[in-house]
T-cell receptor, first 110, second 115 residues
């Protein structure tokens, strides 16, 4: 049973618009959530995170929202830029062990 | 400063051969992780090291897989008698400590192809 799911394998948006990437989880013991970005032929790089005691964390163009009752988190990128085109992984952590989703490929069109 | 490095970057091997994959974590990072990413899949956790010990080996898919870490630094993932289903990108990551708030820093990965 997959504990962290990213149900959209791909997302395409126009430059300047908002990108919304979604992630659902099943384990209520997860206490920390992270988003990573991955370019081809590179390892994932950390983007933004949120503790389970918060419902929003913002860093520049990136905002992560956490809805604990729905066991759902989302990453908002606004405005989207062509350089944001990459695979985005959400990860949920419990006692330091991170479980990753399958990723969503974001394409930002100029 | 230097990031996480992995070698080789690509490895092509024949079915049944053994392979060794190497990871050099960021200096001073005590936690080290191995993941596997098969085509179109997410990151599959394999094993975690805290220092030289591996308290969590729950992700190793079979007894053909083993890993060690020496000197609290370099780690080697060994796959014996490789099978075609072992073909994947093997990613290594390190963090200062294994707590939920610690960001994991990933290496570029080793792409393993088993013919």
């Amino acid at each position: 049973d997959q504990q962290v799911k990213q149900n959209s394998p791909s997302l395409s948006v126009q430059e300047g618009r908002i990108s919304i990437l979604n992630c659902d989880y099943t384990n209520s013991m997860f206490d920390y959530f992270l988003w990573y970005k991955k370019y081809p032929a590179e390892g994932p790089t950390f983007l933004i995170s949120i503790s389970s005691i918060k419902d929003k964390n913002e860093d520049g163009r990136f905002t992560v929202f956490l809805n604990k009752s729905a066991k759902h988190l989302s990453l908002h990128i606004v405005p989207s830029q062509p350089g944001d085109s990459a695979v985005y992984f959400c990860a949920a952590s419990n006692a330091g062990k991170s479980t990753f989703g399958d990723g969503t490929t974001l394409t930002v069109k100029p | 400063g230097a990031g996480v490095s992995q070698s080789p970057s690509n490895k092509v091997t024949e079915k049944g051969k053994d392979v060794e994959l190497r990871c050099d974590p960021i200096s001073g990072h005590t936690a080290l992780y191995w993941y596997r990413q098969s085509l179109g899949q997410g990151l599959e956790f394999l094993i975690y090291f805290q220092g030289n010990s591996a308290p969590d080996k729950s992700g190793l898919p079979s007894d053909r897989f083993s890993a060690e870490r020496t000197g609290g630094s370099v780690s080697t993932l060994t796959i014996q008698r490789t099978q075609q289903e072992d073909s994947a990108v093997y990613l290594c990551a390190s963090s200062i400590n294994r707590v939920g708030t610690d960001t994991q820093y990933f290496g570029p990965g080793t792409r393993l192809t088993v013919l």
